[in-house]
């Protein structure tokens, strides 16, 4: 979407998030719930750890054979009658999309909710070629109606509050009679979408998982709208990145699970489709042709630095931002970024460059809570560091991820030189220690180190150091 | 990381090194003297080594590796791995038991690395664990609040240590504030590079601790408290957090420092 293109905003944005109490109660509000959800569902002692390991086990084993079960999925999807595509970047992606449009005609699309499609930003692309895409989750549809991005990879809508929500549809919704009632509003959706189901010429999901076994596209979903758009348009395009492929259809039960107990605390969503194929002779419905598309886009880079490949166990739960004390402060759209909140930061990097997202690396104090409640364990906090060791290297690597040594300045670098010789040479540090608290009086006359609503820290009168060597003098 | 592997602890050692962290060298070097008499008084010699700085978490968690790592280096090879290490702050022992043997593992010899990392407590967790300790409350009756870092929490998983010893103190009523695993918003360059971010957080912090009305505000570990009191005395707050180990030796053992 428009504002997803400058991550490197993030202060600036973040800024007017934290200013916004109405924002801010908003998501305090939201992440509040569902952290109680998740841990409800996870209250058995010991229950979550255990599925967590299965989960982690998983999605390590299947990454290390990615090639092979991708491989394998195309040959099993192609015997199942479903058309399998490449895509090495967004821009590919996109052509895909609408060569496949293109071919069958269609001119009226619906789209279940697709965090990849936001990636790729196919929205803009098909309005680009006059190809109406209408998104049919009803996150989504607010805030396509907004004209804004999600906030959430799970609850896009979930910075929106209901008269916002009302004043939207009175806009935008012909014959909308002004009502904050949620069953009013969310009925006054239904309407528009079932209408739009039954005359779009082509469907557009994502993909939660997909088993590489038998060619079976899994797909999760509250509304029942991933149904209408795999089914009741004659063309169906599911759009998938390539790490999320699983070996077998054993794979699924534990890897469901966390997903909708992390992400809602749900034990099981309204909704689990699995499509293998098109619509068979004997079938009473069903779209006629089905087409994957598989999306690298960033992914193979953080494949190939062993480093980075945990961040490819992701699920794409939303359990780290529900849990972050970053993101319950400044909202999803200060990052503007597609994938927000802490696995963002991780993702991001790979998708725009260190560069353009070197704010987001440190914007954490990697306090770690994300990776405590991540299902499939990926240590958020070890990869921020690593970023943020990336972005600070004297030159870049060869085949690096892209912005690489992007953030060393000159005057950072010194100070950490400056740090590292007081450090390592006792004498030194002991000498500098004792002119800081010889001269602490000073420090509340020095320029605010971190802002105006906090004191600058005082140091003591005498270091330890010089209390031990007291010590040892009188004993 | 959710789930900690459970530690098994070894007997009490006759020496042990006190790591007091450059935080508490400079900020409140009378925790680090408590904290050495507490040790002392269970019959346990402590080795304090004049070389000792800091250990390098600044530079780590800011990116500066290579810096990190040098200083890593000069106070690692300061010990002698039979020795336990104690130190007074989740976060520098976090660093010294979980960061070190990565950060060092081209430069230093992994055996000795994973024996050091094998011996680095934190110093509640060494009392509570190790010296079975058993805190006699001499002080009046009093509520005091506790926050714990999220390095004691999350990575050496010792909050509920920290808790287990304080709860000794029977005239001490112990609170948690609400939101208490959150995290304070100090995380070292975090606090500076993202100040608004990192003042939302310890304005929040702050309110819950003060909503507790307890008369003490309690950590073991020295950055929190750097940010919170910093905090607390701009908004001239009566709350200011001192480290448990000052704490701890005023009520049970000699009264001032």
């Known amino acids: ?475 | 990381m959710s789930a900690i592997p459970i530690r098994l602890y070894p007997e009490q050692p006759k020496q042990v090194y006190l790591y007091a962290s450059c935080l508490v060298d400079m900020f409140d070097p009378n925790a680090g003297i408590a904290a050495l008499q507490i040790l002392e008084a269970q019959g346990i010699e402590v080795l304090w080594l004049e070389q000792q700085s800091c250990c390098g978490q600044p530079a780590y968690t800011s990116g500066y590796t290579d810096s990190a790592m040098k200083v890593a280096k000069q106070q690692f090879e300061l010990f002698d791995t039979d020795i336990p290490v104690v130190v007074l702050s989740g976060s520098c022992a976090g660093m010294l038991r979980k960061h070190y043997p990565s950060l060092l593992e081209k430069e230093c010899d992994s055996d000795a690395l994973a024996k050091f990392s094998n011996q680095v407590f934190e110093w509640g967790e060494f009392l509570l664990n190790i010296c079975q300790i058993k805190l006699l409350d001499k002080g009046e009756t009093t509520k005091a609040v506790v926050h714990n870092s999220c390095s004691a929490r999350r990575e050496m998983g010792i909050a509920e240590t920290t808790m287990r010893l304080l709860k000794q103190m029977d005239k001490v009523e112990l609170v948690e504030p609400k939101y208490a695993s959150e995290c304070c918003g100090f995380g070292g360059s975090f606090a500076k590079r993202h100040q608004d971010i990192s003042l939302a957080m310890v304005a929040d912090k702050a309110k819950h601790l003060l909503e507790t009305q307890a008369s003490f505000l309690l950590s073991a570990d020295w950055g929190c408290l750097l940010n919170i009191n910093s905090y607390l005395e701009q908004q001239q707050s009566g709350m200011r957090g001192q480290h448990i180990a000052t704490f701890i030796w005023q009520r049970c053992y000699g009264g001032e420092l």
């Open chain 1, 1 to 475: 979407m428009s504002q997803h293109i400058h991550p490197q905003h993030f202060k600036q944005q973040s800024k007017v998030a934290l200013a916004d109490p109405q924002l801010r109660s908003s998501f305090r509000n939201a992440m509040d719930y569902l952290q109680d959800k998740r841990a409800q569902s996870f209250s058995e002692p010991g229950s979550f750890e255990q599925l967590q390991l299965r989960g982690e086990a998983i999605r390590k084993r299947c990454l290390n054979q990615l090639p092979e079960l991708l491989e394998q999925l195309e040959s099993s999807c192609t015997n199942n009658g479903i058309v399998v595509h490449w895509a090495e970047d967004a821009q590919q992606a996109r052509e895909i999309v609408s060569g496949i449009l293109a071919e069958e005609n269609a001119k009226t699309v619906v789209k279940g909710k697709s965090m990849l499609s936001e990636e790729i930003a196919l929205n803009e692309h098909l309005a680009a070629l006059n190809i109406e895409c209408l998104e049919s989750d009803m996150g989504e549809y607010i805030v396509q109606l907004a004209n804004e991005a999600p906030s959430h990879i799970i609850m896009p809508a979930i910075h929106k509050r209901k008269q916002e929500v009302a004043e939207l549809f009175a806009k935008h919704i012909d014959g909308f009679e002004y009502t904050e009632d949620v069953d009013s509003l969310i009925k006054a959706a239904r309407e528009v979408l079932r209408y739009k189901f039954e005359h779009a010429d082509a469907g557009i999901t994502g993909v939660n998982f997909a088993v590489a076994q038998t060619g079976t596209l899994c797909l999760v979903e509250n509304e029942g709208n991933g149904r209408m758009t795999s089914t009741v348009p004659k063309v169906h395009i599911a759009l998938m990145g390539i790490e999320k492929v699983v070996e077998s259809l054993n794979d699924i039960p534990p890897l469901l699970s966390l997903l909708t107990r992390s992400a809602t605390g749900q034990a099981i969503t309204t909704y689990f489709n699995m499509i293998s194929s098109p619509r068979q002779s004997e079938d009473n419905d069903g779209p006629n042709a089905v087409h994957l598309v598989l999306v690298d886009n960033g992914r193979s880079q953080a494949y190939s630095d062993e480093r980075y490949r945990a961040s490819l166990q992701c699920i794409r739960c939303g359990a780290c931002m529900n849990h972050c004390p970053v993101y319950a402060r400044v909202g999803g759209h200060s990052y503007a970024s597609v994938y927000p909140g802490p696995i963002g930061k991780i993702i991001s990097p790979h998708l725009l460059g260190l560069e353009a997202t070197g704010d987001l690396v440190t914007a954490s104090s990697l306090c770690g809570a994300c990776e405590s409640v991540c299902p499939v364990n990926i240590p958020i906090p070890a990869l921020l560091r690593e970023l943020r060791s990336d972005a600070k290297l004297p030159s870049a690597s060869e085949q690096a991820l892209k912005g690489q040594a992007s953030h060393r300045s000159w005057l950072e670098e010194s100070v950490w030189v400056i740090f590292r010789i007081i450090m390592t040479k006792p004498v030194l540090y002991r000498g500098l220690s004792f002119f800081v608290v010889r001269f602490s009086f000073l420090m509340p006359r020095l320029p605010a180190i971190w802002g105006p609503q906090r004191s600058n820290p005082k140091p003591s009168t005498k270091t330890l150091h010089q209390l031990m060597r007291e010590r040892k003098k009188n004993s």
